[in-house]
Nanobody
Framework: QVQLVESGGGLVQAGGSLRLSCAAS????????MGWFRQAPGKEREYVAR????????YYADSVKGRVTISRDNAQNTVYLQMNSLKPEDTAVYYC????????????????WGQGTQVTVSS
């Protein structure tokens, strides 16, 4: 069992930056692939980024590539999402999730989810 708690969301102007954190409790954080998703009102939950168990391999959605960096600190049981050059279309609730799969490609492959943190980007 893994419990995930996101933090770091808020209101920011377009062009600004935010750093989201996701603190995990429970066993064997380092044995999970970690991902970030987001969901805007009226839209489906979107896969944003993924980081491998070791932190050496990452994946980014095209919509955020070049503006977002995912990282993890296994000693601190925390995964981060650094977001730069934010746009109004980045406004959404951001969720972190943990997967026991090696390379999860869909949200269904994630086993544990946080409660989400709101990110609002004003124009």
């Amino acid at each position: 069992q893994v419990q995930l708690v996101e933090s770091g969301g808020g209101l920011v102007q377009a062009g600004g930056s935010l750093r989201l954190s996701c603190a995990a409790s429970g066993r064997s954080f380092g044995s999970y692939t970690m991902g970030w998703f987001r969901q805007a009102p009226g839209k489906e939950r979107e896969y944003v980024a993924r980081v491998s168990r070791s932190g050496r391999s990452t994946y980014y959605a095209d919509s955020v590539k070049g503006r977002v960096t995912i990282s993890r600190d296994n000693a601190q049981n925390t995964v981060y999402l650094q977001m730069n050059s934010l746009k109004p279309e980045d406004t959404a609730v951001y969720y972190c999730a943990a997967s026991s799969a090696l390379v999860p490609s869909t949200r269904k492959e994630y086993d544990y989810w946080g409660q989400g943190t709101q990110v609002t980007v004003s124009s």
